[in-house]
């Protein structure tokens, strides 16, 4: 079997055990002779932030001086930018601001313009960019497999869950700040991200780093992301919109990362000028044939498979591992919370092709079908029309 280098899990600034990054922990008098730093480490599959004193002097312990009451110009300039912006009331209660033609849940706003402005791709990242509910958990366990595949039966993923182990950029890396701290974290790296191509950090594009986006048939989607947010409730004093508002909403292009025709499109085109840095792949397409998928990202990504793993069934069992009813199965993805908020199984629902046909009507699927025709009618090959009315 090939070497494979590991990948080691990044840290995720929401689970760390120490103060997060832009608390007084980084605001301290230190004395001339030492200095304290955060650094990130790996502890089986867990994320932490370790904190490091090093100096002449050991014995001359920094003093904490608490900031709390200090105004924080980041936030202050961050509150009066989207003061500007338009906003809307998103189905499910969250407000949603509309920056550069697309829309964002205002809570995940400020690390979107984190990102934005302060990450810096290295030509060996590699960036999971989706959708909401359109294949984001599986793509994450099934990257993260394809480069850790020395040992499976001991991965990471039956201890930890895949949003444990590749965080978001937006969502949890730059949620609380402008400096994470990856500088240290070894490479190849690998983020998630909800955010539109045109809105991603400059240096993305500007890169030699990969990307591998996933869609999925917008039907099945919009009923996913639905059933998420209903069971997690993220505004619970707001009673959320009837499916007919929301699908409303949702065609209007007024939804979190939304428009979905604008965000599917981006990609694509940008898969068709840069084939070698974007892997544009559809959930349907893995659903069908997940063997000739996986043997697809592992060379996009610079990890084939040799012929002696594929004899060995390595394919087949990553496959396996990542499979739906495995995931489902294990306990890290039935109990807790994802940053102490979502549901761990709430990410786990059915991830079947054309479950929408049970909650959505022949005419809701005409009028998706009918959009995505008007808005992509400039991105050739760009279809879903196999599973509308399939």
């Known amino acids: 079997m090939a070497t494979i280098s590991p990948i080691h899990a990044l840290p995720n600034p929401l689970k760390q055990s120490v103060p997060p990054l832009t608390t007084s922990l980084l605001k ?17 599959g867990k994320q932490r932030f370790v904190v490091s004193v090093a100096g002449k002097n050991q014995e001359n312990i920094s003093t904490f001086i608490d900031h709390k009451n200090e105004p924080d110009p980041e936030k202050t ?20 601001c509309q920056y550069q033609n697309n829309w964002f849940p205002v809570r995940d706003f400020q690390g979107v313009l984190s990102c934005q402005k302060n990450f810096q791709a290295n030509e060996t990242d590699i ?35 895949s949003h444990d182990l590749i965080p978001f950029l937006e969502l949890d890396t730059y949620r609380d700040g402008q400096n994470p701290g990856l ?44 059933f998420f947010l209903l069971k997690n409730r993220l505004q619970p ?43 544009f792949l559809k959930y349907e397409e893995l659903k069908e044939d997940i063997v000739s998928s996986l043997k697809k990202m592992a060379g996009f990504i610079g990890a084939p498979f040799s012929v002696e793993e594929e004899k060995q069934g390595v394919v087949e069992e990553i496959a396996r591992l990542c499979s739906m009813k495995n995931m489902k199965s294990l306990n890290v993805n039935k109990d807790g919370k994802w940053n102490g908020i979502i549901e761990n199984s709430s990410f786990y ?31 050739s090959g760009l279809t879903f029309k196999n599973y509308f009315f399939k």
């Open 237 to 279: 004093e707001q009673d959320p919109l009837s499916l007919d508002e929301a699908f409303e909403m949702y065609c209007d292009g007024i939804h979190p990362f939304g428009p979905f025709w604008d965000h599917m499109a981006e990609y694509f085109q940008a898969g068709l000028e840069n084939p070698d840095r974007v892997l």
């Open 127 to 161: 960036i999971l960019a989706t959708m909401p509910k359109a294949g984001t958990t599986w793509l994450k366990a099934l990257t993260f497999s394809i480069l850790n595949r020395h040992d499976l039966d001991e991965s990471p993923l039956l201890t930890s869950t």
């Open 77 to 96: 300039e961050f509150e009066e930018f989207l003061k500007t912006l338009p906003q809307k009331r998103n189905w499910d209660g969250r407000m949603l």
């Open 349 to 379: 629902r059915k991830g079947e092709v054309g479950d929408w046909k049970n909650h959505l009507t022949s005419s809701m699927a005409g009028r998706v079908e009918k959009i995505l025709e008007e808005k992509l009618s400039g991105s």
């Open 183 to 226: 500088e240290n974290i070894p490479f190849p790296r690998i983020f998630a991200t909800h955010i539109p191509y045109r809105v991603l950090p400059d240096s993305i594009p500007g890169s030699k780093c990969k990307i591998i986006y996933i869609c999925r048939n917008p039907l099945d989607q919009f009923v996913s992301h639905r």
């Open 28 to 44: 301290c008098k230190s004395s001339l002779d030492s200095s304290i730093h955060l650094k990130p480490s790996n502890l089986s």
